[in-house]
């Protein structure tokens, strides 16, 4: 089946979408003075004290809905897949920021943190839900 309208739409919108998060993941871990700048001393020791499998974890969400975004784009059925790991990712990440962290998000970012992790999990749920979608009417193969 040719790929609609839609698929070019949502693609383009969430690669956009999904590279803001991994712009942010990456000047995060490069330390990037510039951008890093913004964030208060207690911000950054929280986002600079993440265990390694929080890191990987939030590494694996944004970089695998980049790649979602790009497979939604070339019409892959792999890109349900690409999404369902990035949201794996983003549930860990979400859980240890929230959760097992010593200090939790909330009392670092304020509760406006909490609303916009919300979204986040509202558009990967949105994006597994349309791939899937796709992939059951035959527009991705």
């Given at each position: ?13 969430t ?15 490069t ?41 939604l784009?070339f ?11 990035s949201?794996?990712g ?32 509202v ?19």
């Amino acid at each position: 089946m040719k790929k609609t309208w839609h698929v070019w739409v949502v693609g383009i919108l969430t690669l956009f979408w999904n590279s803001v998060g991994a712009f942010d993941y990456l000047m995060t871990a490069t330390k990037n003075d510039s951008y890093m700048a913004n964030f208060s001393a207690e911000q950054l020791e929280f986002f600079y004290g993440f265990p390694k499998w929080a890191d990987a974890a939030w590494a694996c969400g944004v970089w695998f809905s980049v790649l979602g975004s790009l497979l939604l784009l070339f019409g892959s059925r792999h890109a349900l897949w690409a999404f369902v790991v990035s949201f794996i990712g983003m549930n860990v990440t979400t859980s240890y920021s929230y959760i097992l962290a010593e200090t939790s998000m909330i009392n670092v970012a304020g509760p406006e943190a909490l609303a916009f992790s919300a979204v986040i999990f509202v558009v990967a749920i949105l994006l597994i839900w349309y791939a899937r979608r796709m992939k059951q009417v035959g527009v991705l193969c």
